[in-house]
């Protein structure tokens, strides 16, 4: 198993937990089990917006040594 799949094999629990509370979060409850296709474009792309935000600032504080 080469570097790159033993990464995305870890990050992809860790991807899946934050998404499930930014949804939470945003007040769509039951996420992972609620049938994507019944949820506006908008809503499921706050979802994703609002991850990439999140990873985005937790990247900054790690490049500031916080």
Not at 42 to 62: F, H, I, P, W
């Amino acid at each position: 198993m080469s570097l790159q799949d033993k990464m995305n094999t870890n990050a992809k629990p860790a991807l899946k937990n934050l998404k499930t509370e930014v949804a939470n979060e945003l007040g769509l409850s039951d996420y992972e089990q609620t049938d994507k296709g019944n949820l506006t474009a908008r809503q499921n792309g706050y979802v994703g917006g609002y991850m990439t935000k999140k990873l985005v600032e937790m990247a900054e504080q790690q490049m500031a040594g916080k």
